[in-house]
């Protein structure tokens, strides 16, 4: 089994060691550095090659999108989480362009966070709930068209009657919570039917499967 090698980067020492304490209990983690700023984190990226680094937005001498875009620049193919507290959109959208694979607030599910490791250990992108919503928005102003996905032939040969239902509604700019509430469904499964929508369009977000329906509308 492989392990997934972690750098968690947080000014706030109780809350990072945490989070590494629960790291720690997963028989594929592994966190080999801590940090609590972004200057530690990039002389420990040198050193120590991470699979995945967990940044903080706000961190002193270096915030972590600052931090990200230098990482980045360097070593384009790091896998970079960010954990914020902030669910503002701006640092979301900035996180999505600079090449960050995910954005999860600090108050998700452990579960969540731990899935969201491993989904972008394997290059997966991982922005789910009101983050996604302001990503979705983000397309939306970019003059998409509309998409009809009953009249599409293609789309209905590949998602089922569900995934079209929910790639709706996502569209509409509800998050995983309201989907779940309409559809009658648990979160997890709304959050499993989209983790087949992107396998089945062979993208690494539902944003960028949306991006591919526009395309074809």
Request: cysteine-free; hydrophobic content about 40%; overall charge negative.
């Amino acid at each position: 089994m492989k392990t997934i090698k972690i750098i968690l980067a947080d000014d706030h020492e109780i809350f990072r060691n945490g989070l590494s304490t629960l790291i720690s209990n997963e028989p594929d983690m592994k966190v080999v550095g801590e940090a609590s700023d972004g200057e530690q984190v990039i002389d420990m990226v040198k050193h120590l090659e991470p699979d995945v680094l967990i940044l903080d937005i706000r961190m002193p001498k270096l915030n972590g999108i600052d931090t990200a875009k230098k990482l980045l620049n360097k070593s384009p193919h790091l896998r970079i989480l960010i954990f914020s507290l902030y669910d503002n959109e701006d640092y979301v959208l900035q996180a999505l362009h600079m090449g960050a694979k995910g954005y999860l607030l600090k108050d998700t599910s452990n579960k969540i966070f731990l899935d969201a490791i491993r989904a972008v250990d394997n290059d997966q992108f991982y922005y789910i709930g009101d983050v996604s919503n302001s990503v979705i928005k983000h397309f939306k102003n970019q003059n998409q068209p509309e998409v009809n996905l009953q009249d599409n032939n293609v789309l209905s040969e590949n998602l089922s009657k569900k995934e079209k239902e929910i790639i709706n509604l996502i569209i509409e700019g509800k998050n995983s919570k309201e989907i779940a509430d309409v559809l009658g469904n648990s979160v997890r499964t709304i959050d499993a039917h989209r983790y087949n929508i992107i396998k089945k369009f062979g993208t690494r977000s539902i944003e960028e499967a949306i991006v591919i329906i526009n395309k074809m509308n």
